[in-house]
């Protein structure tokens, strides 16, 4: 597959995606200078709604139903090691950053009730923080996409040990961190051998010697059938743990439960670059060795569905169940992706923007259980179905989203990532079946312990939603509601880059490579074995 | 206009559920009379819109398709939200919007002063919808959409009481036991998808050819997992008796004759499908007998009203999937537009009959002598009714056929000889437990009867409708050839078919239905002498042994919470411990103790420290919000140059001990960076935010409320206005006809009921008794026993062959 690069400067006349990834970072150089907490904290607000509304734009302005890469932006390159500035979007990434945008305005905005120190540092790291993620999402070259997936690490450090809420948060930090690093050297030097090989591979033809870690040129050059397996395990390892997947979970419960009320934690429920990495490099780059490898990866996958769904039942506290929970969920989209088929793709595109709507939404939600009663464990709740009728219809609503109630946006998700797997491999669809109402067991149960039944005498008076909860909670629901009753604007803009993947999956990455007309030629024509795009007209 | 008032007739409800539920959530903003009038005033809408295409059916009986919107998913899987309009659907819907509308201007009485007031016609009005969803669907997809709404409505109605733990419990459980269904549902949606690339009925039904029998029988089981679980069909049907701790006009709606009608549509309306799949059709048929057994025998010892009619309503439930295992669609459609419109008459006037036996604060005495003959008339009108059903459904299509289906015949006739037992059994135990007052025999799980008078004028309307079931009866609907039938005709063709399976599965069948017919004879007899009241050592231990278990629901819910809820529990924690001791070491990484002891202070308690002061001083309370510092509060007593050489030593221990624990000395000097600065500077940019915010929230939802507010009023007016006009003076008009027809009737019951029936029933009562007693007498040979088993399979077989 060669994609065409359709630049900025074409498409919208200004780098759009530099901007959304520096603008960030240059509120945080801003409010690093302004003293005033408040007012810090304000400034960085703002900063986050010219984001969200930049993201916005981006993704209106995204041409959709091609598998072209857009706002595309090309900058300085390092000779030699042949790491370079280069960024842009396909159909695989857009919808990511209008999210992150999302997340982070509103992560910003609880802050009010979620900190109760030092908001500046606070808004200055989640800035930061969106700013890498939103960089690991736009950048083509794969050493950039490793930095950020990196330099990530940073601002969750601070944000765990400064903003974490359990006793055992430092520890908690130290064991994310040392995990995130295991996983990122062996993924470095995956990606150093995608180098290697497109180095060796220049050599071969003629062309000169010089390494190069873009995506596009990687693409060109088919590796090696054995590299490719050593490879695909070596970024498996830290997309794994990324994740995170069965076994390599173990830290999550102890993050959300000792990390910050919102902060980072809904980031890590929400935003999923472990499952991005392996439907925008793995599958991509190395699809013989998905090919081969897929059925480990969808038993991974079911194996976390049903084993993360079982410990999220028996779970007390909403912010440990919900790590199991988005475990459960990870292994739905891993169960997706090594599908390797189009409605897979879809259906594991999204449900990862899903969660990082219904998994995050209930992430806030455990947050505002918490600046009421402290950690929501069921044995410091019970009975507010009367006393707090919004708050319970916002988690019965969440609740429902997440088990896939036609109507909200859990059930498209979840319906495409069945089919696509039903049509793969049907068994693994059964792991998918039972996780449904394993589900809908363990959210319902929580229900029933924490909201109904006698109501809890060590709670006196439980205000009902806030003002600024009732605007996030409204936010998520318009969303959940939104996509659950029209899905069509989100899939028209997956589709051609999905359309692209599947069909590189299925012809290998060993087919000559051939004009980028040729390829436009021969999408039209492998039309008929992949379905029209809905509404693409 | 037809497509309008198609989209409207679904469409009523929802707008009236979205404007209760706001209301509920926004603490009950309307007056108490606004909330039910817009609930049935939206039924009463969607009722007549329903007449109205009924009508345009019988003049053009082509079906037709009304398509709303494309609610795309992906590629060629275009869903759209569309309906499907043709006999079957309009008979589902006008037996769904009239039930509902009834049950929902019952309830206004009943919920009379109730916490959840508008809660709950919010969920009523949600359920029309939902059942409106799944009964006019034109494919799958939509058509699941309304079975999981109609589930979540469940849900939230069993869960209704949730200060009560078993109303909670039970309602997750249900909810649970359907997603069991619901999961067997899309996965036929999904093999529906892969083979014809569509879920539209018209389309699968057209091209059902093309598919082979073992795909057709997958997706047929697959199907009737989801009817099973809906329908509380054995095995899967041990959340219906816990369902009763709902409301009793929702218990009625639900789950003795509208929602739980939708596993044997679902039946119907694949029955082309299940045409092409004898082998699943048998085991429709096998799991409706069952069920029929089970539930029959269960309902025989029940000693509480609502329980006893939801029992009853499961075993005619099984009848239904027993007619659709045989072939028999119009049948079971008979039956259960029949069957719901009787239920729904006896689960009102259950709690009426009840609370003039207990006696309520209100009720005197005079008004209890006053009411109690109308009551128990119509009580017994609608036991008589359930006594001739299934002789009606059951026998009339045995007659049609000749010698050929003798089996179909064989099945429905022991079918509907046990089912008319244990309904006629139960009709005169009920009888016996009105006219007698048997003390313990009348609880209920319900706490609020309610008075009796106020039930007089919806319970007269419900005794029309039961005339109108009976008579609907009466008129043979079984028949081949008559209007009901006929009315069907487009979408069933009416034809018999009987399950073409081997000839041993047929004689099972015909053993499994001896079987029934004998214990239909025997266990009325029996169980009435066993059960715990009687004298231990009377009867022999084996009878006493049934009974309990019969008396316990042959204790399925304890076994799936043996054997599934337990064991999934014990193996999640066990999950859970290897989690934690197991995995976490192997993959978890070494890291270095914590250095820096936090005095066990957490954010938890420093929140509670804060709350006080923000608390007395609102002024205070930014400042106290953003510089107490968790760091500052853990280490403020530490002398300052203690903490100095902390760092020191934190920072030389971090550069010893590797990259973590430099970050983490990093970490440390940007914080101690950080809470050095905090100086201000004045900034009104999120003031200025806030000012919009609460300015938009001011006018534009402020504005936005009158208006909706407004809008509420103006329906709840329309529907007031028509309250007074049209039912008023249709009240009046009946009311005049009432009393012309109670001054006949007065004069006949003086000569009549009081000397003649008023007498003859406990007459009746004793004749019957006696001969209960002489019958028992006699099975106590086990001779005789053995006698009528041995000839009844004897005839039976003969009958076969």
């Known amino acids: ?537 | 206009m037809f497509d309008l008032i198609v989209v409207l007739i679904p469409g009523l409800p929802l707008l009236a559920a979205l404007a209760n539920g706001v209301n509920a959530l926004l603490g009950e903003r309307y007056s108490r009379t606004v909330i039910p009038r817009l609930a049935w005033g939206a039924a009463l809408g969607s009722f007549l819109g329903t007449l109205y295409v009924l009508v345009r059916l019988l003049l053009d009986p082509t079906p037709r398709e009304v398509t709303v919107y494309r609610w795309l998913f992906s590629g060629e899987l275009n869903v759209n939200i569309a309906f499907l309009i043709d006999s079957l659907s309009v008979v589902m819907m006008l037996l769904t919007t009239s039930i509902t509308f009834v049950m929902t201007f019952f309830s206004v009485n009943y919920m009379h002063n109730e916490r959840g007031f508008s809660r709950f016609f919010t969920v009523m009005s949600l359920f029309l919808f939902a059942m409106l969803l799944l009964v006019m669907a034109n494919n799958y997809v939509v058509m699941f959409l309304g079975w999981e709404l109609v589930g979540m409505c469940s849900y939230l109605l069993i869960a209704f009481y949730c200060e009560r733990p078993s109303a909670a419990q039970a309602g997750t459980r249900a909810f649970v036991m359907n997603r069991i269904g619901d999961a067997g549902f899309l996965m036929a949606i999904f093999l529906l998808f892969a083979n014809f690339g569509t879920a539209n009925f018209t389309e699968v039904f057209s091209r059902a050819g093309e598919i082979g029998p073992g795909t057709v029988a997958a997706i047929t089981l697959c199907l009737l997992l989801a009817a099973v679980a809906k329908s509380g069909q054995l095995p899967l049907g041990t959340w219906l008796p816990r369902a009763m701790e709902g409301p009793t006009p929702s218990s009625a709606l639900f789950y003795g004759s509208v929602m739980v009608t939708a596993g044997v549509y679902l039946i119907v309306r694949s029955h082309v499908l299940y045409d092409r799949a004898p082998d699943v059709l048998l085991l429709v048929a096998i799991v409706g007998a069952a069920t029929a057994l089970f539930a029959g025998m269960v309902s025989l010892v029940q000693t509480d009203i609502k329980n006893m009619l939801v029992a009853t309503s499961n075993a005619q439930l099984g009848l239904m999937f027993l007619a659709c295992g045989l072939g028999a669609y119009p049948v079971a459609v008979f039956h259960l537009t029949a069957h719901a419109y009787l239920k729904c008459y006896q689960f009102i006037t259950a709690p009426s009959i009840l609370h003039l036996l207990h006696g309520g604060p209100d009720v005197t005495k005079t008004s209890r002598r006053e009411n109690v003959p109308v009551i128990s008339w119509l009580f017994l009108a609608g036991a008589l009714a359930l006594v001739i059903f299934p002789f009606l459904s059951g026998l009339l299509p045995g007659s049609r056929f000749g010698s050929g289906v003798t089996q179909g015949l064989l099945v429905l006739l022991a079918l509907g000889v046990i089912a008319a037992f244990s309904a006629a059994f139960n009709s005169a135990r009920l009888t016996a437990v009105v006219f007698e007052d048997e003390g313990h025999n009348g609880h209920t799980s319900d706490p609020h009867p309610k008075s009796g008078l106020r039930f007089i004028k919806p319970m007269l309307v419900m005794a029309v409708i039961a005339g109108i079931g009976i008579a609907i009866g009466l008129l043979p609907g079984g028949v081949n050839g008559t209007w009901f039938q006929q009315l069907l005709a487009p979408v069933i063709p009416a034809k018999i078919g009987v399950p073409a399976g081997s000839p041993l599965l047929t004689i099972v069948l015909l053993i499994l239905m001896s079987l029934l017919v004998a214990s239909g004879w025997l266990t009325p007899v029996y169980f009435d002498r066993f059960r715990l009241e009687e004298p231990a050592g009377s009867v022999s231990p084996f009878m006493r042994r049934l009974y309990n278990l019969t008396l316990n629901r042959f204790y399925l819910d304890e076994l799936y919470d043996l054997a599934v809820v337990r064991p999934a529990t014990r193996l999640a924690l066990l999950l859970d411990r290897f989690d934690q001791k197991v995995l976490e070491p192997i993959t978890g990484v070494p890291v270095p103790a914590p250095r820096i002891r936090l005095p066990g202070q957490t954010w938890q308690e420093q929140f509670r420290a804060i709350q006080p002061a923000e608390a007395v001083a609102p002024a205070a309370k930014a400042t106290v919000r953003w510089e107490e510092s968790d760091e500052r509060a853990a280490f403020g007593e530490v002398p300052a140059g203690l903490a100095k050489k902390g760092f020191l030593r934190r920072a030389t221990g971090g550069l010893a001990r590797g990259p973590v624990g430099m970050m983490s000395g990093a970490s440390d000097w940007v914080e101690k960076q950080g809470i050095g600065r905090t100086e201000s500077i004045v900034g009104n940019l999120i003031e200025l935010a806030a000012g919009v915010s609460g300015w938009f929230e001011k006018r534009v939802i402020g504005s936005t409320e009158n208006l909706f507010g407004k809008l509420t009023e103006l329906a709840a007016d329309i529907s007031g206005w028509f309250e007074k006009q049209v039912v008023g003076r249709a009240e009046n008009m009946f009311g005049s006809l009432t009393e012309l027809a109670a001054a006949v009737s007065a004069g006949v019951e003086n000569v009549v009921f009081q000397k003649g029936i008023e007498g003859g029933i406990p007459m009746a009562g004793q004749w019957l008794g006696r001969l209960l007693t002489r019958t028992e007498a006699l099975l106590g040979h086990p001779l005789v026993v053995a006698l009528i088993f041995l000839l009844s399979i004897i005839a039976l077989l003969l009958g076969a062959l």
């Not at chain 1, 498996?236 to 990324?242: I, N």
């Not at chain 1, 480990?296 to 028996?314: Q, S």
Request: proline fraction near 5%.
């Open chain 1, 1 to 537: 597959m060669i994609l065409n690069e359709i630049f900025a400067s074409e498409q919208i006349g200004f780098p759009i995606l530099s901007v959304l990834l520096f603008l960030p970072l240059i509120f945080v150089v801003v409010l690093h200078f302004i003293r005033d907490d408040h007012l810090a904290y304000q400034v960085g607000l703002a900063g986050a709604c010219i984001e969200l509304l930049l993201a916005c734009v981006m993704a209106f302005r995204f041409i959709p139903g091609i598998p072209d890469m857009q706002f595309m932006e090309r900058g300085f390159r390092i000779p030699y090691l042949g790491v370079g500035y280069h960024l842009g979007v396909d159909g695989i990434s857009v919808l990511f950053i209008p999210v992150t945008a999302l997340l982070t305005v509103m992560v910003i905005l609880y802050a009010e009730y979620a900190v109760k120190s030092d908001a500046r540092h606070y808004a200055m790291a989640t800035l930061a923080l969106e700013a890498t993620m939103i960089g690991a999402f736009v950048s083509l070259d794969m050493m950039l996409f490793w930095l950020f997936f990196v330099v990530e690490l940073v601002p969750s450090y601070f944000l765990i040990t400064r903003w974490g809420t359990g006793a055992h948060r430092q520890r908690a930090a130290r064991e994310y961190v040392a995990f995130m690093i295991t996983g990122s050297v062996l993924m470095l030097v995956g990606i150093a051998l995608l180098g290697v090989n497109y180095h060796n591979a220049s050599l071969a033809s003629g062309q000169g010697s010089g390494y190069s870690f873009d995506f596009l040129h990687l693409l060109a050059v088919p590796v090696p059938e054995k590299l490719q397996t050593l490879i695909f395990f070596l970024i498996f390892f830290g997309l794994a743990v990324k994740t995170p997947i069965f076994p390599f979970h173990t830290w999550m419960p102890k993050v959300l439960e000792e990390g910050p009320i919102v902060g980072m934690s809904v980031f890590l429920v929400g935003i999923k670059l472990g499952t991005y990495g392996f439907i925008r490099l793995v599958v991509p780059l190395l699809p013989e060795a998905a090919k081969e490898w897929f059925w480990l990866m969808a038993l991974l996958g079911a194996i976390g569905v049903i084993y993360g769904a079982l410990i999220a039942l028996i779970q007390t506290n909403l912010r440990r169940m919900v790590a199991f929970s988005s475990l459960s969920h990870m292994g739905v989209v891993m169960l997706a992706i090594f599908s390797l088929n189009f409605y897979g793709f879809q259906g594991a595109l999204l449900q990862m923007i899903n969660l990082g709507i219904t998994g995050a939404g209930l992430f806030f939600f455990a947050g505002f259980l918490h600046t009421r009663v402290g950690p929501p464990d069921t044995a410091s709740l019970g009975g507010l179905v009367h006393n707090v009728p919004l708050l319970t219809a916002t988690f019965l609503i969440l609740a429902l989203a997440g088990v896939g109630l036609p109507g909200t946006n859990g059930f498209n998700g979840e319906h495409l990532v069945i089919l696509g797997t039903f049509q793969q491999h049907w068994y693994m669809a059964l792991a998918a079946g039972v996780g449904t109402f394993l589900t809908a067991a363990y959210f319902l149960w929580y229900f029933q312990r924490a909201f109904m039944g006698s109501l809890n005498p060590s709670i006196h008076k439980m205000p009902d939603l806030r003002p600024r909860e009732m605007f996030i909670v409204a936010v998520l629901g318009a969303m959940i509601f939104w996509i659950g009753l029209d899905t069509g604007p989100l899939l028209r803009r997956m589709n051609g880059s999905l359309q692209a993947l599947a069909i590189r999956v299925e012809q290998g990455s060993y087919v000559e490579p051939r004009s980028a007309a040729a390829v436009n030629q021969a999408g039209g024509d492998s039309r008929d074995s992949f379905p029209e795009i809905a509404g693409s007209e």
